[in-house]
């Protein structure tokens, strides 16, 4: 099985190949970390992939993804997909507006694209270990020497690498053990609910609620039946508390709940570190690979590690890293001038999206937005205005990202 994203891709800015590290530990082997491993492997590096759990079973998580995700992980992809989003419908304080998609979201069961992924990374070469827990790192005569705790046994075991990948997520050991400073992170809830009567299956619904949060609520189908109702929050409790109250005052019975924390991208993380002979990199959530303005971050940590695998594999810089840090960038721009918004800011928000503006959003995905961006400013220049002044007279006291 071979990936969209060939490692073989030219990447402009990379120099020509050199010396691949002999042996390559990828702790974490979720998302972003298995498709690394594929990656690296598929290259022809020799990799092993130790992950803390026991089985390639992660807890039930729905994620809403752009279509950007075919283009990277190819038709392999298509097993996980559960469910398309063609339309959005926006709400806040009794008005609504509604956008349609030209490419579908894709609705994923995790589960399934976890497997799908680590199936992917064997076929290629790389081996997988369950049930090994990273405790810490050293440099170590000419590589590194890590440390993971066995389940079950709870016996020490060292491994040893050149060069070390840390996908452990959001509160990331690795990164700690090399020095990386500890990321912020937002508690992000979801509860699994039927979905209303007549509500179409492939239509997202997203309030707007500023005295709630500064993000927003969301109502995502995941088949004709069921669908996943959250938001994020500032912090957990309080996240819990408004999400009972939205269900209780619409009338959702919430069928199972799903939540974790997830970073808040306020600043590109650098990727790389260097331990006496040896390198550390980080992807995904372990790198706050996260686009802000909605906390997705499965997308961005793939394109984070397709950036460290062709670093890796080619040497030297990586045209894709360089693109999504200008892409969380302007995700960060975006949300700090959403988090100043109040109920007039969002009202304003909705009655422009004219037919124009519409389009753009249809156009172009949350995966491509600096295009979105510039078409949307093009085609109703009033939002611009409105996102600079948010920008500009910040009112909301408290937790502005990157700040
Ligand atoms: C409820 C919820 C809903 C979400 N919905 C969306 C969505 O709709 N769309 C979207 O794009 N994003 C969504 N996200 C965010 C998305 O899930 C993450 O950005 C993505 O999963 C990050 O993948 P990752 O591989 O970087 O890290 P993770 O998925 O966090 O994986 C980290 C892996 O490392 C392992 N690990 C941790 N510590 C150790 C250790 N010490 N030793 C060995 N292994 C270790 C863990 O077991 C895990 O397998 C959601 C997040 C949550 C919590």
Not at 250 to 279: C, D, H, T
Not at 353 to 368: F, G
Request: glycine share 10%.
């Amino acid at each position: 099985m071979k990936y969209a994203q060939d490692i073989e891709t030219k990447d402009s800015a990379v120099p020509p190949p050199r010396k691949i590290p002999r042996e390559i530990a990828v702790v974490g082997g979720s998302a972003a970390g298995l498709y690394a491993a594929g990656l690296l492997a598929q290259g022809g590096a020799s990799v092993r992939v130790l992950e803390s759990l026991d089985t390639l079973e992660p807890a039930a998580r729905t994620l809403i993804v752009t279509h950007r995700m075919r283009d990277l992980l190819g038709a392999a992809v298509e097993r996980s997909i559960v469910n398309e989003i063609r339309r959005f419908e926006l709400f806040t304080d009794g008005r609504s507006a509604a956008v349609s998609l030209k490419n579908p979201d894709l609705i994923v069961e995790r589960r399934a694209l976890i497997q799908m992924l680590a199936e992917s990374a064997r076929h290629a070469g790389a081996k997988i270990e369950l049930g090994k827990r990273f405790q810490a790192l050293r440099a170590d005569g000419r590589g590194l020497a890590l440390e993971f705790e066995r389940s079950g046994d709870g016996a020490r075991e060292e491994v040893r690498a050149d060069a070390v990948i840390g996908s452990d997520g959001a509160a990331s050991r690795v990164a700690r053990s090399a020095g990386w400073a500890p990321l912020d992170t937002a508690p992000l809830i979801q509860a699994i609910v039927p979905l209303p009567k007549g509500m179409a299956p492939d239509t997202v619904r997203v309030w707007f609620i500023p005295r709630d949060t500064p993000y927003f609520y969301w109502l995502i189908p995941e088949s004709p039946e069921r669908g996943a109702l959250g938001l994020i929050g500032e912090s957990g409790p309080e996240a819990r508390r408004r999400l009972e109250e939205f269900m209780e005052k619409r009338g959702f019975e919430p069928i199972a709940f799903q939540g974790a924390r997830v970073p808040v991208y306020s600043n590109w993380v650098p990727i790389r570190k260097r331990l006496g002979q040896g390198s550390i990199y980080l992807v995904g959530d372990a790198a706050a690979q996260v686009k802000v303005t909605t906390v997705g971050g499965t997308v961005t940590g793939f394109r984070g590690a397709l950036g460290v695998a062709r670093l890796i594999l080619n040497g030297g810089r990586s045209a894709e890293l360089h693109r999504l840090r200008r892409e969380l960038d302007l995700h960060l721009l975006l949300r700090r001038s959403l988090h100043r918004f109040e109920q007039a800011d969002y009202s304003r928000l909705v009655d422009l999206l004219n037919d124009r503006a519409k389009r753009s959003l249809a156009e172009y995905s949350r995966d491509e937005a600096w295009k979105l961006l510039w078409r949307v400013c093009l085609r109703q220049p009033r939002l611009a205005l409105l996102g600079l002044r948010g920008l500009l007279m910040g009112r909301r006291a408290a937790a502005r990202p990157g700040e």
